[in-house]
């Protein structure tokens, strides 16, 4: 029989505690297959922020961490400052990354720390629930707007994209989605160039990737990567928003 | 010499304390602007890049003090410095860093409180350094200097007492401390080959299984608190075996001022003064606030004679409270705030000796 997939040891045996239909489980495999196949799984060091996606090192055998919600890109500018040939990894949430560390993501750009940002963005406050996020859309139902973010009263929606691209040193920065086998082996694409550039010490690099959460969302796993299709890459267009290594102008 | 820097200099204190660090190892800070550290954030800014180390201007110190918490996990030395009321925003990771265990020093030049406060001396963050002032239960050691060669001494034992318990120690100052420029002389830090090897650090897993901090947070419910038992285990031996504090002129005393950092070291003129003249009064200063020399106090009051206590602290009294939990009610406690930035003179604290020297007399008679 022919081996068409084998799991990466990277990612261990233990059964993933993500929701059915949680594209967390996706993410964390394909790090694994990045890291893996650049080599770097003795150089990785990996720091995750406080959503879901601080169960991760649970699951990823490389040096972890999960860390204050918000400061992961402050703590990786201290990790890799000191160990500067590390593969220096932040995963961190919406909520985590936009909210509470926006201004950390923000100066550790302009600082040009060469270090990626890993952002899954599923619109909403996961572990807690489902509450508003800066990125949570017009019209979007959370627990703390129940009747729908209204603009005029709870403010408008964030790019975070947009937002960290505008700063200084930016070497890399790409928002890929997660809804579909197509999507996800350019969000992998996306991965393997975040961390080699990295590696080179071009500057700082950061992947978002648009992310389903169908328990908050309240929706089936199905229906929560069709929203993500139709919905959310509308509002947050997918493609490499900044790449130095490209030749003439990327396009989105 | 150190790279060029003198073993012996009239320095202030900010500036030879972050001397000290970079000779004991520091090899990362992150600071922020704020009176009364400054001068160690730009002493760091100007000196250690050129001696090996990475500096940072934070762009506040909530990251400062992750980005030193970054740099400690990779097991490199390192610092951040700042005052009072930014050292309130660094309080989350102090208590974190306790619990996972992480080493870095931590210097807080305290200034008039409580709020946004003023720039004089304050000793009111006692509290803030020995009770909390994080969250969920810690312990953490506290040192408070009296002198600009103190400060030096207690920051290259600092970054040792860090790595020696896995832990984030602090240096207590005030503004006065800060600021006062005095002859010191740098020794050499102390011998790191005792020190347990950092095998625990984020270093990338090669030739080792992967290090995985924090997985108590993650896991069933008795592996928190079965770390907390450990971590409570190791609070007990350091209460052991780190107190340190000084006695003056202890032998056959009457009364017993107890004071640590700028108030002690004014009180040491009035207490000479009024042992010449016959009054028997000594002090006892605690240079580890935590943990508190509560032991060594009682037995100094018992060796000593002294049937009344006085505290003078520069805070609506703080330190007095482990002087009260300690002394358990053996003598009465004569306490002389000193609010808001102000600070007594020596001749201040000598009328308040004198005054509980008055209230021994009547007491007795």
């Known amino acids: ?252 | 010499m150190h790279n060029g820097s003198p073993d012996r200099a009239f320095m202030h204190a900010n500036d030879a304390l972050a001397e000290a660090a970079i000779r004991a190892g520091c090899r990362f800070y992150a600071g922020y602007p704020i009176t009364p550290h400054t001068e160690i954030l730009e002493y760091m800014a100007v000196n250690l890049p050129s001696r090996g180390g990475v500096f940072i201007q934070c762009e506040q110190e909530i990251a400062g003090i992750s980005m030193v918490y970054g740099a400690a996990l990779t097991g490199a030395r390192a610092m951040i410095s700042s005052s009072s009321t930014a050292i309130s925003l660094m309080q989350e990771w102090l208590s974190v860093a306790s619990a996972l265990e992480v080493p870095f020093v931590i210097v807080n030049m305290a200034r008039g409180g409580p709020g946004l406060g003023n720039l004089g001396p304050s000793q009111g963050d006692y509290f803030q350094a020995t009770r909390g002032g994080g969250h969920g239960g810690y312990r953490m050691i506290v040192f408070g200097p009296s002198t600009t060669q103190e400060v030096v001494d207690l920051t290259m034992l600092a970054f040792h007492l860090a790595d020696k318990w896995r832990s984030p120690v602090m240096i207590l100052g005030d503004a006065a401390i800060a600021t006062t420029k005095e002859t010191v002389v740098f020794s050499d830090p102390p011998d790191q080959s005792e020190l347990p090897p950092k095998d625990w650090a984020l270093t990338g897993a090669s030739e080792r299984d992967p290090n995985k901090l924090g997985l108590e947070s993650l896991v069933e419910p008795a592996a928190q608190a079965r770390h907390n038992l450990h971590l409570l285990d190791k609070w007990d031996r350091i209460q052991q075996t780190e107190t340190r504090w000084e006695e003056v002129a202890l032998d056959d005393a009457d009364l017993l001022l107890v004071a640590y950092g700028t108030p002690a070291r004014i009180a040491k003129t009035p207490i000479l003064h009024l042992r010449e003249g016959g009054a028997k009064v000594g002090m006892f200063r605690p240079i580890t606030l935590w943990p508190f020399p509560s032991q060594e106090l009682v037995a100094a009051l018992e060796r000593s004679g002294a049937r009344r206590v006085a505290v003078i602290e520069l805070s609506a009294g703080q330190m007095v409270e482990d002087v009260r939990l300690a002394l358990e009610g053996r003598v009465p406690i004569d306490l002389h705030p000193y609010v808001g930035g102000t600070m007594p003179t020596a001749s201040q604290i000598g009328n308040h000796l004198e005054d509980s020297l008055l209230s021994l007399r009547e007491v007795a008679t």
């Open chain 1, 1 to 252: 029989m022919r081996n068409t997939f084998t799991k990466i040891p990277l990612l261990n045996d233990q059964q993933f505690q993500f929701c059915p239909g949680c594209t967390h489980g996706t993410t964390l495999r394909l790090m694994a297959e990045v890291i893996d196949k650049l080599g770097l799984q003795e150089k990785a060091v990996v720091i995750t922020g406080d959503g879901c996606m601080a169960w991760a090192p649970q699951y990823l055998e490389v040096d972890i961490t999960l860390v204050l919600h918000g400061r992961a890109p402050a703590v990786a500018t201290g990790v890799k400052r000191m160990r500067p040939d590390s593969l220096v990894v932040t995963i961190q949430g919406d909520g985590d990354l936009a909210s509470i560390g926006l201004g950390e993501v923000l100066h550790a750009a302009a600082r040009g720390e060469s270090i990626t940002v890993v952002c899954p963005n599923n619109t909403t406050m996961g572990m807690t629930h489902g509450q508003l996020s800066p990125t949570s859309l017009p019209g979007q139902k959370t627990t703390v707007t129940p009747a729908g973010r209204d603009v005029q009263t709870h403010g408008a929606t964030m790019d975070i994209s947009s937002l960290v691209a505008s700063q200084g040193r930016v070497a890399y920065l790409a928002r890929a989605s997660l809804h579909d086998a197509k999507s996800t082996l350019m969000a992998k694409k996306y991965l393997l160039k975040a961390f080699d550039i990295q590696m080179k010490g071009l500057g700082f690099t950061m992947v978002e990737l648009l992310s389903s959460c169908p328990t908050c969302w309240k929706i089936s796993p199905p229906d929560a990567l069709k929203y993500i299709e139709e919905t959310m890459i509308p509002a947050f267009p997918v493609g490499e928003l900044i790449d130095v290594t490209a030749e003439g102008e990327v396009s989105a």
